[in-house]
């Protein structure tokens, strides 16, 4: 194997005019399709019927109107296109998956939406001896193709389309993360096209060896979020602990086979007093299991509290079931749930075969958790997100918030919910600037969601998870606190909301909200990657 130092430090510098293609482009004109290199991605204009579907992502609150979007199909195609509107003053916005929360990608202002939903394969790549996977790459795709192939994974997403482009800028979430950390951990290389201060574009490649004098680019995308530096064109992944050549040994492995449950609460046997037990028992079961060594560490729950309208609360709970006590493991941790509570666990009406505990190979329980949301995966709703990352359990004001806001009468839509996702273990045992993702105290992770399709809906749904965010957050100004009983909030369920004094009071500065102490070194990174500030949007890094 080639030395991946020797091969990644290399620059490619790329720089020009946009040339008679480039003014084409600049046009909005379509190339005619018969004519179009294969590694040049189609542009799509207004009169092009593919227009509507490509100028918003999955949350339809958000519509962009731009001259075209590029659909990109190779890295030598994004410096062209990225040539181009850069050339022309263009305002731009990148876009992998479409799962963006907010208005970062799709919004008015955007005069070109760069589309990286094509470029998307997974292989290995020998001379870096490390797993190199393409921005458009879905998370589904990912899993299949890892596993399949060499038996490995990554420690990413529930949500089977998510796209490999931000969920990895953000930091990258899902239920292996308690046993196997984030995904940033275990990214080695990152391919990032971008724009100096002359305007110049250039492919720039960067490690994590400490020896790689573009190390700080790379640490930038280990949870700096999306947008923000260039466009990635490659994410390369290896894990810290990596040994020997073979491609199997050089990422994690996810256990042969999980223990699935998944059971629901009904609010109908629920009163005020019940609840506030049951958000208790779960904080305090977290708080108590949040440690790299807890034995615990191989469970991940997924909690859906729901509003009353909803019916009930679902529990999904993913085991390692290698583990010998894995059983155990879950039967503790439904037990923790229910003490105190004594409710009766009925079936979950999406997946009610697993009421009773079933041990399935982890890739097919991954599909089925992965699709069974039906709400979730709709990709015609609007939405609104929240989020905050929590240290220790709930106080009473919170869960006494949250039972208020959840069984409001007057409030009926059923697709209105809070999420509760285990963290902590393992992510918890990597130091807060080691990687861009600061919190590594937490113990779970809540995502505060409302979904409807009506737009003449979008007032109400909106105040009230406005409402209940404030509410639950009123001790501290209606935003999650740092280094307390909170810490902050997760950047890839991005909310321009907490940059909107408006909304956030607590004199904590959005940019602290998310990244901690970490942001004055995004600052610096973004200073000398992107120090124009092209690459711009609500949430983005400001150059130091």
Same mark, same amino acid.
């Given at each position: 194997m080639k030395?991946?130092?020797?091969?990644?430090?290399?620059r490619?510098?790329?720089?020009? !005019?946009a040339?008679?293609?480039?003014? %084409?482009?600049l046009?909005?004109?379509?190339? /005619?399709?018969?004519?179009?290199?294969?590694?040049?991605?189609?542009?799509?204009?207004?009169?092009?019927?593919?227009? /509507?579907?490509?100028?918003?992502g999955?949350?339809q609150?958000?519509?962009?109107?731009?001259?075209?979007?590029?659909?990109?199909?190779?890295?030598e195609?994004?410096?062209s296109?990225?040539?181009a509107a850069?050339?022309?003053?263009?305002?731009?916005?990148?876009?992998?998956g #479409?799962h963006c929360?907010?208005?970062?990608?799709?919004?008015?202002?955007?005069?070109?939406?760069l589309?990286?939903?094509?470029?998307?394969?997974?292989?290995?790549?020998?001379? =870096?001896g490390?797993?190199?996977?393409?921005?458009?790459?879905?998370?589904?795709?990912?899993?299949?193709?890892?596993?399949?192939?060499?038996?490995?994974?990554?420690?990413?997403?529930?949500?089977?389309?998510?796209?490999?482009?931000?969920?990895?800028?953000?930091?990258?979430?899902?239920?292996?993360?308690?046993?196997?950390?984030l995904?940033?951990?275990?990214?080695?290389?990152?391919?990032?096209?971008?724009?100096?201060?002359?305007?110049?574009?250039?492919?720039?490649r960067?490690?994590?060896?400490?020896?790689?004098?573009?190390?700080?680019?790379?640490?930038a995308?280990?949870?700096?979020?999306g947008?923000?530096?260039?466009?990635?064109?490659?994410?390369?992944?290896?894990?810290?602990?990596? !040994?020997?050549? *073979?491609?199997?040994?050089?990422?994690? *492995?996810?256990?042969?086979?999980?223990l699935?449950n998944?059971? /629901?609460?009904?609010?109908?046997?629920?009163?005020?007093?019940?609840?506030?037990?049951?958000?208790?028992?779960?904080?305090?079961?977290?708080?108590?299991?949040?440690?790299?060594?807890?034995?615990?560490?191989?469970?991940s729950?997924?909690?859906?509290?729901?509003?009353?309208?909803? #019916?009930?609360?679902g529990?999904?709970?993913?085991v390692?079931?290698?583990?010998?006590?894995?059983?155990?493991? =879950?039967?503790?941790?439904?037990?923790?749930?229910?003490?105190?509570?004594g409710?009766?666990?009925?079936?979950?009406?999406?997946?009610?075969?697993?009421?009773?505990?079933?041990?399935?190979?982890?890739?097919?329980a991954?599909?089925?958790?992965?699709?069974?949301?039906? !709400?979730?995966?709709?990709?015609?709703?609007?939405?609104?997100?929240k989020?905050? =990352?929590?240290?220790?359990?709930?106080?009473?004001?919170?869960?006494?918030?949250?039972?208020t806001?959840?069984?409001?009468p007057?409030?009926?839509n059923?697709?209105?919910?809070?999420?509760?996702?285990?963290y #902590?273990?393992?992510?918890?045992?990597v130091?807060?600037?080691?990687?861009?993702? %600061?919190?590594?105290? *937490?113990?779970?992770?809540?995502?505060?969601q409302?979904?409807?399709?009506?737009?003449g809906?979008?007032?109400?749904?909106?105040?009230?998870?406005?409402?209940l965010?404030?509410?639950?957050f009123?001790a501290?100004?209606?935003a999650?606190?740092?280094?307390?009983?909170?810490?902050?909030?997760?950047?890839?369920?991005?909310d321009?909301?907490?940059?909107?004094?408006?909304?956030?009071?607590?004199?904590?500065?959005?940019?602290?909200?998310?990244?901690?102490?970490?942001?004055?070194?995004?600052?610096r990174?973004?200073?000398?990657?992107?120090?124009?500030?092209?690459?711009?949007?609500s949430?983005?890094?400001?150059?130091a």
């Open positions: 030395s991946p130092g020797h091969r990644i430090n290399r490619v510098l790329l720089s020009g !005019t040339g008679v293609g480039g003014a %084409a482009v046009a909005g004109a379509a190339p /005619a399709a018969a004519h179009v290199d294969p590694a040049t991605g189609p542009t799509i204009g207004p009169a092009d019927p593919r227009y /509507a579907l490509l100028t918003t999955n949350n609150r958000f519509v962009a109107r731009p001259e075209y979007i590029r659909m990109i199909h190779s890295t195609d994004a410096v296109a990225l040539r850069a050339t022309a003053g263009k305002r731009v916005s990148v876009r992998s #479409g929360f907010t208005d970062l990608a799709c919004n008015p202002d955007v005069q070109v939406i589309d990286f939903s094509d470029l998307n394969s997974v292989d290995y790549d020998p001379e =870096l490390a797993f190199a996977i393409q921005p458009g790459a879905r998370l589904i795709n990912i899993y299949e193709k890892l596993y399949k192939g060499w038996g490995v994974a990554l420690p990413a997403g529930v949500c089977y389309s998510v796209g490999a482009g931000g969920h990895v800028a953000g930091g990258g979430y899902g239920l292996l993360s308690r046993q196997h950390r995904v940033v951990d275990h990214l080695y290389a990152v391919e990032v096209v971008t724009v100096d201060a002359g305007g110049r574009v250039r492919i720039v960067a490690t994590r060896e400490i020896t790689d004098p573009n190390r700080e680019l790379w640490w995308h280990t949870g700096g979020g947008g923000n530096f260039g466009l990635v064109t490659k994410y390369w992944f290896r894990s810290p602990d990596a !040994t020997g050549s *073979s491609p199997a040994a050089q990422l994690m *492995s996810p256990p042969s086979e999980v699935l998944a059971v /629901a609460i009904r609010w109908a046997d629920l009163d005020q007093a019940k609840f506030s037990r049951l958000m208790k028992n779960y904080g305090a079961w977290h708080e108590a299991n949040s440690s790299p060594d807890s034995p615990y560490h191989y469970l729950s997924i909690v859906n509290v729901g509003v009353r309208a909803a #019916g009930g609360i529990v999904l709970t993913q390692d079931a290698t583990v010998p006590n894995a059983d155990q493991l =879950l039967k503790d941790y439904v037990a923790a749930l229910n003490d105190g509570v409710v009766q666990l009925y079936p979950q009406p999406a997946m009610p075969q697993f009421a009773t505990a079933r041990r399935l190979p982890w890739m097919r991954t599909r089925l958790i992965g699709t069974s949301n039906v !709400t979730v995966n709709d990709p015609t709703l609007r939405a609104a997100h989020s905050a =990352l929590i240290r220790r359990n709930f106080t009473d004001q919170q869960v006494a918030a949250l039972y806001r959840l069984t409001d007057a409030y009926t059923p697709r209105a919910m809070v999420f509760l996702f285990s #902590g273990g393992r992510i918890n045992d130091s807060p600037d080691a990687t861009a993702s %600061a919190q590594r105290s *937490s113990a779970f992770k809540m995502l505060f409302n979904l409807w399709d009506d737009p809906q979008d007032a109400v749904n909106l105040a009230w998870l406005r409402g965010y404030a509410d639950f009123a501290t100004g209606g999650p606190e740092l280094d307390g009983q909170a810490d902050g909030c997760y950047i890839n369920y991005a321009a909301d907490m940059a909107d004094p408006a909304f956030n009071t607590s004199g904590v500065p959005w940019q602290t909200l998310y990244y901690k102490g970490n942001y004055a070194r995004l600052q990174a973004k200073q000398k990657w992107d120090p124009s500030n092209f690459f711009r949007h949430l983005s890094i400001r150059p």
